[in-house]
């Protein structure tokens, strides 16, 4: 059985940083695209990062420059490093995993592109 675990959120205060994790079992992680996206309250699902099975990456530009992906392959996890947190972060962030083959040159960063879901984790930025 396929799935996805996030792990990592929680309450920070302005300024700090977060390791958010996505463990995969069933599968392996790096032969597929793997993403990262939020949804704050009374707001649509937001893509935000993915990586591609060669270890391309791509960011939206919401999260460019403070957000970093990357993976561990054998943890079988994908990382979403966070920094300079604002209070608009705070949203429940999800990774989801992407098995149709994908050019890496292209983004994969809409919710309908990618076929399982983790069951997200929160995180709240508030001082």
């Known amino acids: 059985q396929l799935q996805l675990v996030e792990s990592g959120g929680g309450l920070v205060q302005p300024g700090e940083s977060l390791r958010l994790s996505c463990t995969g079992s069933?599968?392996?992680?790096?032969?597929?695209?793997i993403g990262w996206f939020r949804q704050a309250p009374g707001k649509e699902r937001e893509g935000l990062s993915c990586?591609?099975?060669?270890?391309?990456?791509h960011y939206a530009e919401s999260a460019k420059g403070r957000f970093t992906i990357s993976r561990d392959k054998l943890k079988n996890t994908v990382y979403l490093d966070m920094s300079s947190l604002e209070p608009k972060d705070t949203a429940i962030y999800y990774c989801?995993?992407?098995?149709?083959?994908?050019?890496?040159?292209?983004?994969?960063?809409?919710?309908?592109?990618?076929?399982?879901w983790g069951q997200g984790t929160q995180v709240t930025v508030s001082s």
């Open positions: 990586i591609m099975r060669d270890g391309t990456t």
């Open positions: 069933g599968f392996t992680l790096d032969e597929n695209t």
């Open positions: 989801a995993a992407d098995l149709k083959f994908r050019w890496s040159q292209y983004p994969v960063l809409k919710d309908f592109e990618y076929d399982y």
